[in-house]
């Protein structure tokens, strides 16, 4: 079978989490000789795998993966109605399905309906040759004592990722706690400026040195809202970290898969429904902070007991291309 994917050859130039994860897949399909990978942009293939919504040249016949779609009320990135139509149009014309969550499938099933075509849910993956507990971090170059309680968070920072409220949960647990809480903040984020000793700016972090970083810190803090799956917290896990996350959305479903640390009920229940996205609530820190400190207390048996093989890109390419040739056969 000879399957093209999105935007290759050109995917490692990309930085947004779907064409990061897409690169990695490829890779490890090269790797492991799944399959021959080609090119969308010349008509040299059986099927392709698109992202997000097809961009079918060639006429030929595509699986689609479908991260999410839109529900935001207010308009915000562009026409909801508008920019979901697209989706819906290039999964009609699909000959199958895959989502990075049953969230994302559930969103689907609600918007648009129920399909009449194969459909699966595989979670996001990565390649544990970058992301492991092995290797280096910046915690003594940090000037971290022994006993500080070191979070960390990543992202393409937009509003409904909640970095203030992250910030402002540090300080809430500065304020009620007993230890010394620091937070590492990776990713872009211009508009912010290093005036607390407690928050570190690392700022944009190329892949192959973001293990460093990861291993430097205790626990993930992955507080986004109602996001569909995301990369970073598997990242995290993979370099042997608990992540705290929110109980909406699909990055949860990635956690318990993983047995990789505690999902925690922060916000009012979605109801898969249109609302104002990028005004997100804030979290419930009391919650939060009993999570915290669960971990911490049995931070070696979390670390231990992180399940490897679900993070891992190699067995996510076995998936994905045992689905696409079982589609493309029948």
Not at 67 to 74: H, L, V
Not at 162 to 170: A, H, K, P, Q
Not at 312 to 330: H, M, P, Q, R
Request: aromatic share 14%.
């Amino acid at each position: 079978m000879k399957l093209a994917i999105d935007y290759y050859p050109f995917l490692k130039f990309y930085h947004a989490g779907p064409k990061v994860f897409l690169n990695r897949l490829k890779d490890s399909i090269i790797k492991k000789n799944l399959c021959e990978v080609r090119s969308t942009f010349l008509p040299f293939f059986d099927i392709a795998l698109y992202s997000v919504y097809e961009k079918n040249f060639f006429n030929k016949k595509y699986i689609l993966r479908v991260d999410g779609i839109y529900f935001d009320s207010k308009n915000t990135a562009g026409n909801t109605n508008e920019l979901n139509n697209k989706i819906f149009d290039s999964i009609q014309k699909s000959i199958g399905v895959i989502y990075i969550s049953n969230f994302s499938k559930m969103m689907v099933h609600k918007f648009f309906g129920k399909l009449s075509i194969p459909e699966t849910v595989i979670h996001n993956k990565v390649p544990l040759d970058i992301f492991n507990k092995h290797g280096e971090n910046f915690r003594e170059k940090l000037g971290f004592k022994k006993n500080d309680r070191v979070l960390i968070t990543s992202a393409h920072w937009r509003r409904h990722k909640r970095l203030e409220e992250t910030i402002s949960l540090v300080k809430y647990l500065n304020e009620v706690d007993k230890y010394n809480y620091k937070l590492i903040i990776l990713g872009n984020n211009k508009d912010r400026k290093q005036s607390d000793k407690n928050i570190y700016f690392a700022g944009e972090i190329k892949p192959y040195n973001l293990g460093n970083w990861y291993r430097t810190a205790d626990i993930y803090i992955h507080l986004a809202w109602i996001e569909p799956c995301g990369n970073t917290q598997i990242e995290a896990m993979a370099c042997g970290l608990p992540v705290i996350c929110c109980n909406n959305g699909g990055i949860g479903e990635t956690i318990i898969e993983a047995n990789g640390g505690i999902v925690v009920n922060t916000d009012p229940n979605y109801e898969m429904n249109y609302i104002d996205y990028y005004n997100p609530p804030i979290p419930n820190f009391k919650e939060l902070h009993k999570s915290i400190n669960k971990i911490f207390k049995e931070l070696n048996y979390f670390k231990k007991n992180i399940n490897l093989k679900t993070l891992d890109i190699d067995y996510g390419a076995e998936l994905y291309t045992s689905f696409i040739k079982d589609v493309y056969k029948n």
